[in-house]
């Protein structure tokens, strides 16, 4: 697939915009399409349709965030019902803190999608993403439904994966197979960033379909335990969105064995391969956070538990000193020990490790007596930062994934709405 | 007092400073000196050295930060004796994470200093600004300590606040006359900014100084008092440094009548011209705070208590997205409602109303029908922000203040150690 650099306009492409994509397969019982009904943005997609088959089970994250968008309250209110028939994802507008008229709106979608996609309104999901506060034009999406029947394909991954993005610089897309009670199954996922990005939940959008036939409950517990270690894992601003939406379909074509309860152990492949493909999304979150120009992979060991560990690995994840100076590459591991100690977590000045790029740099309280600080020049002037920090009081152990913060973030938070 | 635009060298001065400086009064018993030890800025004042007449009543506040640095952990114990005679600041050089050799510094600033003032251990205090991690050469201090001696005056008000400077653009001083107990007594102080600020505490280093005679348990009530609302309530980056250290000095020479506790009524004006000098001091800290353009207030109420208003109100003012769009002029109100979502108090999406520049832009969970965007243009525009929110839910409140997120604060925080 060619990146399509139309859409991106005044927009500088993230550096870690692949050079090419993966061809996502198509799973039996999805289909896509999309069209540009022009909610905000000019000649580009701006609407996308799934279609998925009778039968398909549904489970899902929303944000934490207290003034959620409409469609995240009422995608949590479908989730009771578990199953899925239809979604529809939009660009341009959020339909957050839009009041009655952003309830009206959603129920306007879905009252046409169900007449269109002859399900019921439990079947029915639809995630926003774009400005807060403006109304949605929800018309322009019931107008362009009927149309988007005849083009529905079970080929348009690509397609779909651009028609969710706002700011996003490149698509992210990824693709797994792997064997359950006795099938191959396939996992597609695409997912959209890329500022706002923050726990809980990491993702403004991201959507994982499979043909393995797994009930919603199961789906639901596998889905929240590889977030926890994946979109919940990544940071670029700190900011929560509020349509923060994570949902994975199991169409259930792929006809394999009956899966009873989450524990079942013929879930172990499928597990590990829904948690690395949410993970390979979530870094492409981080990759093209706004205005990213390094990828920061911050780990954090012996804090008094992995929470301790997490909450550290944010605090430093997030602080914007230890940003600015990773956009310089300037190895100031002094505002590292100042995100540690601002954390609130257990820890011990004298008991820290700091290593980057594999070098110790400081230990025992101190600078490491031996670091010199042309040992790490040329890592923190490369793509990828490894910052490793060992608190030495426990055994508590996280991974982050962070950007730096750069002008380009500025500039494009500056403007987006003009 | 004339700005000293010489030290400032490749530095944008703040929009915000003064185009004059108060004149601070002599306060009896407070003798104060500075001079140019070459700790690591040149041709710069770096070293501040304030005699206390015998008799001083001390109190203090410093950074919660569990990587506290050695001078933090000096001043913490030297307070459990409650009186003061000389104070020590250092620019350029925090001492923080330096191990025993930084305690080793602290220790033979001490000796030296209780040397040559005749003091004891415990009526010496020390507080160190700059870069993290590097071994003071205190060897520089305790050289140029002698020889301050000869030097000291009750006028050096303005050399003091400028010796104390890091990265800030202008010295921060303030002045306040009040009556206490029968007597005019003199409050002085002079702070320090101006990145890695936020609560707690919200400045890096702040002293004050008055002739009034407190004794240092109920000062330290006073001082805690204040402290709450005025650096607690302010925050630029939302870092919180390891250094931070605001110190409070009562020489009794006023001679004001016995003040017998914390709740005596005649307290009342002092505590209130305290809190008005410490709030001023944290403005400046603000004002001053790396590449800010823009002064931000932030008004919380109706929220569920004081403290989830505060909490809500620092949500707002520490968003990079909220900071950037304010950068711009741009009236993103959307990402207001988003920080109130993430801050994790109770709220009720509609129930909120914001206003920004008095004017009311949502209410009951939607943009306010009558709201023109042209209506606050002129607002955005300015120096000045207000951005009033009312939860709806309670009766807590809270103000804080911040600044915009600004190209320049990459700037600075890229370049700090080059």
């Given at each position: 697939m060619r990146r399509r650099a139309i859409f991106l306009s005044a927009m500088q492409v993230s550096p870690f915009a692949p050079t090419s994509y993966p061809e996502l397969p198509p799973i039996d019982g999805v289909r896509l399409a999309t069209s540009s009904c022009g909610i905000r943005y000019k000649e580009r997609t701006d609407l996308l349709v799934v279609e998925l088959c009778e039968g398909t089970q549904a489970a899902g994250v929303f944000t934490r965030s207290l003034t959620a968008s409409a469609p995240v309250l009422a995608g949590r209110k479908a989730l009771k019902d578990g199953s899925a028939r239809v979604l529809v994802i939009n660009s341009g507008n959020s339909n957050a803190f839009t009041g009655k008229s952003g309830v009206h709106a959603v129920e306007q979608v879905c009252a046409s999608a169900c007449d269109v996609f002859k399900c019921k309104p439990s079947q029915f999901y639809m995630a926003s993403t774009g400005v807060i506060g403006e109304k949605l034009p929800y018309e322009k999406i019931t107008g362009a439904l009927p149309q988007l029947v005849p083009a529905l394909s079970e080929k348009s991954w690509g397609n779909a994966a651009h028609a969710i993005m706002t700011t996003d610089t490149y698509p992210k897309m990824a693709t797994r197979k792997v064997m359950l009670g006795g099938k191959q199954v396939t996992i597609n996922g695409i997912a959209k960033g890329s500022g706002m990005i923050a726990p809980d939940m990491a993702t403004m959008l991201a959507f994982v379909f499979t043909d393995a036939a797994i009930p919603s409950p199961v789906l639901q517990s596998l889905l929240t335990k590889a977030n926890d270690k994946s979109f919940n894992c990544v940071t670029v601003d700190g900011d929560t969105s509020t349509s923060d939406t994570l949902l994975l379909f199991a169409t259930?074509?792929?006809?394999?064995a009956a899966i009873k309860n989450a524990s079942d152990p013929s879930l172990s492949g499928f597990a590990e391969a829904l948690e690395s493909l949410l993970k390979e999304l979530a870094l492409h979150v981080v990759k093209d956070g706004e205005g990213a120009e390094k990828l920061v992979t911050i780990t954090v060991t012996g804090a008094a538990s992995d929470n301790a560990a997490k909450r550290i690995a944010m605090s430093i994840a997030n602080s914007p000193l230890v940003k600015t100076a990773l956009a310089a590459s300037d190895a100031n591991w002094g505002r590292i020990v100042m995100a540690v100690g601002k954390a609130g977590e257990q820890a011990d000045r004298d008991k820290l490790t700091i290593k980057i790029g594999g070098v110790v740099v400081a230990k025992n309280g101190e600078a490491d007596p031996s670091y010199r600080e042309e040992q790490i020049t040329g890592h923190m002037k490369g793509r990828e930062i490894l910052i490793e920090t060992d608190v030495g009081i426990g055994s508590g152990k996280a991974t982050v994934w962070t950007c730096d913060l750069t002008h380009r973030y500025i500039d494009i938070n500056g403007s987006y709405r003009t």
């Open positions: 259930g074509k792929a006809g394999n």
